[in-house]
């Protein structure tokens, strides 16, 4: 007799490292867009947004996969993409701004990629309203790579998961044909 339930609960989203990350880009973000920019300047709304949405569809993704890998994939897909614009849109200030992005040899970006996967949310978070605007949009944008990095992890994780359980509805069939034949 398969025991296994139909719905698996995949747990609270806040216990996601990839969502703790996310949160604190938002909450960087938030401070940088409306610290860089005049008000007004639809760039705060588009990285504010973009920060958003990576940290809304992690939240719906993991919600969504207890019935549908595929659709969880999607969503996590789409939050590495709202990632991957807002990345954009820091090397873009930098740039634009004749400002230097830190190497990845740099001692800069060294200590700042150690506090990333160290340090507390708050303390980054307080560590950066405490720096000049070149330095928190380099330093976002490596919590944006160490995202992209969690992320794909995650991606990696659930299309497995999705090639060695199929979905939902393929095992909807196996467990209807499983009771009937009892």
């Known amino acids: 007799m398969n025991t296994t339930p139909l719905i ?11 969502y703790r990350k ?7 973000t938030y401070h940088f867009a409306h ?5 007004g300047d639809r760039t705060i ?3 504010v947004q973009a920060a958003r949405s990576g940290k809304q569809n992690i939240v719906e993704g993991n919600a969504d996969i207890e019935t549908s890998i595929e659709m969880g994939i999607k ?4 939050a590495k993409a709202s990632f991957k614009e807002l990345l954009a849109d820091y090397e873009d200030y930098l740039r634009i701004n004749d400002y230097e992005q830190w190497s990845a040899d740099s001692d800069k ?11 507390s949310n708050q303390s980054i978070l307080d560590i950066a309203k405490t720096r000049p605007l070149d330095t928190i949009a ?18 990696t994780k659930l299309s497995d998961q999705f090639l060695g359980e199929g979905g939902f509805k393929e095992k909807m069939h196996r467990m209807r044909v499983d009771r009937r034949g009892r």
């Not at 996310?22 to 960087?28: F, H, N, P, Q, S």
């Not at 969503?75 to 789409?78: E, Q």
């Not at 160490?146 to 995650?154: A, F, M, S, V, W």
């Open 109 to 119: 970006f060294i200590a700042m990629r150690k506090l990333g996967v160290e340090g």
């Open 22 to 28: 996310a949160e604190l880009i938002y909450d960087i």
């Open 75 to 78: 969503l996590i897909n789409i």
């Open 45 to 47: 709304d588009q990285m």
């Open 138 to 155: 380099n330093m976002a944008i490596i919590l944006l790579k160490q995202e992209d990095y969690l992320l794909h992890k995650l991606l």
């Open 8 to 18: 698996k609960p995949q747990g609270d989203h806040r216990n996601l490292i990839c």
């Open 35 to 39: 610290s860089a920019y005049v008000r």
